[in-house]
């Protein structure tokens, strides 16, 4: 029997980037709000301080951040006609745990979708005809439009400190900036960070090619800087260890360098660690939540009323909570009926390797969001007609660091092991580079999320399953930009160049980035999405999942940080000037 | 930290309900909560390495050792670059991973049943590394021994070890616990993190794997050589611990 504690005004499940967002806003408005943490408390000094944060083993091999499957996994198949069996050791995504989330081992690239972006459907349409999109592609525009959306991508921008250059201020095309962005309000708060040798050959051969290559936008500082909030952000040290990590130098945008320190100083908030949240308790009419149950590490049961329940872990823990807790209609691949699970996309990266002859690199100077890129192949950047495929990415010399256990390139022809190995390591680790394809990843009608009906977690819930594979829109798309990126490359003169464009079948086995999403989209229609365009569930109106990737509609070329933070700005806005004034539905079904 | 130093470092969720559950249960909320008001900030939150010292095999048997220290030795050979995988302390490194979490998939998702399903959905064997590593050691000298007149994998010519490394690589030798290729992709994978690791955990030993590629390890600041292009990065490594030359003698 769960024992029940005195009741609070906000219920936040998941203490990351949308829960420390929600968790702020709500508590400076004078709520009494109480945060729910599956994992520990982190903070910069005492869990990943400078001196000890560079362990290569740790972090990347033993994955000493995440989440570890023995906690909770998913079970995963290519096909429905598939048995899906357990993620039994990450590898493909890393889910984030404890307080920070994925915030804290990011690695920092901070992009803003594209205004045609947040009405693919009508935009492909409009342009190519209705003919043009395969028959079981579930795309949808999102009920937010990129106008509405651009001062809210400014508040995180600006929360985090963003090191970039524009390339559209108000409408005006800037030079050196990203000439296909969106408008922006405002400059990035800080410059450009420095580059390293190898991003410079990049930048040099895509504009002998003919592109406009610009500097990725950063959450890893150029310089030192202080957010809205006050809090301190150090400068970036190019140090090399930074995605699958945390930034012992406070100079990666985290939950913990932008937000935590602030929040904390409210009375009126609180945050329980090590509390895994069980389900979202409803009243008899199902319409309303009432209280949250979550389990404590003894593994006694605790009930936590609330009035309002925010919805923040990360993407499929966000599904797999409101099919556990029975809030809107799961999802039937069979009939194309339901939502919840619906439009589970992921992202299509594909990349060029090359090796120089002669030219030292030095690959372990890098940031997490280093580097130098070109957008010209993203979204409906280019003309689509007569490719067979829509969709596309950035690309870019997006290396991160060569940490050596999982870095160690060597000409195509070189043994695995032996003296040949060894040789070749040495002769090529500091002369080689990885060069990138982001691409995006739509959504279809046989990929999705629903529950395990065989494999358990610890507390005896069924598992997420993840059916998920390729289609071949996003191979050809995965084609075509990787050959165009290697166009660039050989521009640079590698004395070897291999090129390795994304092909199925999809698989857990190998990382590719953690940017999962859809499952509870976002829309206009209740019977395509689960929540409507104020991130408030369309069956129990006091749940809100703000903002976290499992609100996309599908996945766009870029990462989803940026849009998932300015979701979580316009939630909260929506909450505190709609919902506060009149607790209910704020878009009528 | 010690079980009973976090146990103490523990605090309760809330007063009352903490009685409670001392009284009825006899220990403590296992849940902690941190109050607005105050920034939480706890010593060892986490859990660093335990920098592994000089000593007798935890796991590894003497036989079992001399077997990894041969095996990891061909897979990096000593040359004139400088020593191998055993000079660098790959065995070490691999024997104190199979004695702690790593040996027996303690953070891993282990609950059966086990399919064999599609390469696509990863490993799926109830099999440990630690039984891994001991079922198919005992394997491969059971399998040398009878094909090269009852020597040791140890106790074969570097050409020989070389020819069974390579035919376990390929497939082409089924080991007798049914490993094989799978038991070679491990032990090949387990010694490049030894050898390139952070000398802390074992391996890596005065830094020889980093030194070889020119790796500076965990360095923590580069923004004076950002922006020097197309030169070689002038200083030596350092690992968690520093570097030996830090340190005092005695």
């Given at each position: 029997m769960a024992k029940k504690l005195p009741a609070k005004d906000v219920v936040i499940i998941g203490l990351g980037w949308t829960g420390s967002i929600l968790g702020y806003e709500m508590a400076k408005a004078g709520l009494e709000v109480v945060a729910l943490e599956r994992g520990p408390w982190r903070d910069t000094a005492t869990a990943?301080?400078?001196?000890?944060?560079?362990d290569e083993l740790r972090y990347?091999?033993?994955?000493?951040l995440f989440v570890q499957t023995k906690q909770t996994t998913l079970t995963f198949r290519n096909k429905a006609d598939q048995t899906a069996l357990p993620?039994?050791?990450?590898?493909s995504f890393l889910p984030g745990n404890g307080v920070g989330g994925a915030g804290v081992h990011w690695g920092g690239q901070t992009w803003r979708f594209l205004p045609t972006d947040f009405r693919l459907r009508s935009h492909l349409k409009e342009r190519y005809?209705?003919?043009?999109?395969?028959?079981d592609m579930t795309i949808q525009d999102w009920p937010v439009n990129y106008d509405e959306l651009e001062a809210y991508y400014d508040r995180f921008e600006k929360l985090c400190g963003i090191s970039g250059k524009a390339g559209n201020l108000r409408g005006q095309i800037q030079g050196?900036?990203?000439?296909?962005e969106g408008w922006r309000?405002?400059?990035?708060?800080t410059p450009p960070m420095k580059q390293p040798y190898g991003a410079m050959l990049f930048a040099d051969a895509a504009r002998k090619v003919g592109h406009s290559p610009f500097p990725m936008p950063a959450a890893t500082l150029s310089q030192a800087y202080v957010n809205p909030l006050g809090m301190r952000l150090g400068q970036c040290?190019?140090?090399?260890?930074c995605d699958k990590f945390g930034c012992g130098n406070y100079a990666k945008s985290s939950p913990q360098t932008c937000v935590l320190p602030a929040l904390m100083r409210f009375p009126n908030f609180s945050v329980r660690t090590e509390s895994e949240v069980l389900r979202i308790n409803l009243d008899g009419?199902?319409?309303r939540a009432t209280s949250v149950t979550y389990v404590d590490t003894s593994g006694e049961e605790w009930e936590q009323p609330g009035d309002l329940i925010l919805l923040c872990a990360f993407s499929f823990f966000n599904v797999q909570l409101m099919l556990h807790s029975k809030i809107g209609t799961p999802y039937d691949p069979q009939t194309?009926?339901?939502?919840?699970?619906?439009?589970y996309a992921y992202q299509t990266v594909s990349g060029v390797n090359i090796i120089f002859k002669?030219?030292?690199?030095?690959?372990?100077?890098?940031?997490?969001?280093?580097g130098m890129m070109v957008?010209?192949?993203?979204?409906?950047?280019?003309?689509?007609?007569?490719?067979?495929f829509v969709g596309g990415g950035y690309m870019g010399?997006?290396?991160?660091?060569?940490?050596?256990i999982a870095t160690r390139p060597v000409p195509a022809?070189?043994?695995?092991?032996g003296s040949g190995w060894k040789r070749a390591t040495a002769e090529t680790y500091r002369k080689a580079l990885r060069l990138t394809v982001h691409g995006s990843c739509y959504s279809y009608r046989d990929c999705f999320l629903d529950l395990d009906p065989t494999y358990k977690d610890r507390f005896d819930r069924p598992l997420m399953r993840m059916t998920f594979d390729f289609h071949d829109n996003e191979l050809k798309m995965s084609d075509h930009l990787t050959n165009r990126l290697a166009d660039i490359a050989r521009a640079m003169n590698p004395s070897e160049i291999a090129v390795a464009p994304r092909k199925g079948p999809?698989?857990?086995?190998v990382y590719q980035s953690t940017h999962n999403t859809g499952g509870t989209a976002m829309g206009t229609d209740p019977t395509t999405s689960v929540?409507?365009?104020?991130?408030?569930s369309w069956d129990v109106s006091?749940?809100?999942?703000?903002?976290?990737?499992?609100?996309?509609p599908q996945n766009h070329g870029y990462n989803p940080t940026d849009t998932v933070g300015a979701l979580a700005f316009w939630t909260a806005d929506a909450i505190m000037t709609k919902y506060l004034k009149s607790p209910g539905p704020l878009v009528q079904s | 930290m010690s079980a009973s130093s976090e146990s103490i470092s523990r605090r309760n969720l809330l007063a009352s309900t903490a009685i409670l559950l001392v009284t009825?249960?006899?220990?403590?909320?296992?849940s902690r909560t941190y109050s607005g008001g105050v920034l939480p900030w706890e010593p060892s939150g986490t859990q660093p390495p335990v920098p592994v010292r000089p000593g007798?095999?935890?796991?590894?048997?003497t036989d079992e050792a001399a077997t990894v220290d041969a095996i990891v030795d061909r897979l990096i050979p000593p040359d004139g670059s400088g020593p191998g995988g055993k000079g660098a302390g790959c065995a070490v490194f691999i024997d104190r991973q199979l004695a702690g979490s790593f040996g027996d998939s303690?953070?891993?998702?282990?609950?059966?049943?086990f399919a064999n399903g599609?390469?696509?959905?990863g490993p799926q064997s109830p099999i440990v590394p630690k039984e891994r590593y001991r079922t198919s050691l005992a394997a491969l000298d059971e399998y040398c021994k009878a094909t090269f007149a009852g020597k040791s994998f140890a106790a074969l010519s570097t050409a020989q070890q070389d020819q069974v490394l390579s035919a376990l690589e390929k497939g082409e030798i089924k080991l007798s616990d049914g490993s094989g290729k799978e038991f070679f992709e491990s032990i090949l994978q387990n010694t490049m993190e030894g050898f390139f690791a952070d000398p802390i955990y074992g391996g890596n030993r005065d830094m020889i794997g980093w030194r070889l590629i020119g790796f500076p390890g965990a360095?923590?600041?580069y923004r004076d050589w950002?922006?020097?292009?197309?030169?070689t990065y002038p200083l030596p490594p350092v690992g968690i611990m520093g570097r030996a030359d830090w340190n005092t003698p005695g």
């Open positions: 990943f301080p400078s001196t000890y944060a560079q990347d091999f033993h994955h000493d993620i039994r050791s990450w590898a005809g209705k003919k043009f999109l395969p028959q050196g900036g990203n000439p296909f309000s405002d400059e990035y708060p040290t190019f140090c090399g260890f009419t199902g319409k194309g009926q339901g939502v919840v699970g619906r439009n002669d030219k030292i690199l030095n690959p372990f100077i890098a940031a997490g969001a280093s957008d010209d192949y993203n979204g409906d950047n280019f003309d689509h007609s007569g490719l067979g010399a997006t290396q991160t660091g060569a940490r050596p022809d070189t043994a695995k092991w999809y698989t857990v086995t929540v409507n365009r104020y991130c408030q006091n749940v809100f999942i703000p903002g976290g990737a499992s609100v996309f | 009825i249960l006899g220990r403590q909320a296992y007798p095999w935890l796991y590894f048997t303690r953070h891993l998702y282990m609950h059966p049943p599609t390469p696509s959905q360095r923590y600041d950002i922006e020097r292009y197309n030169e």
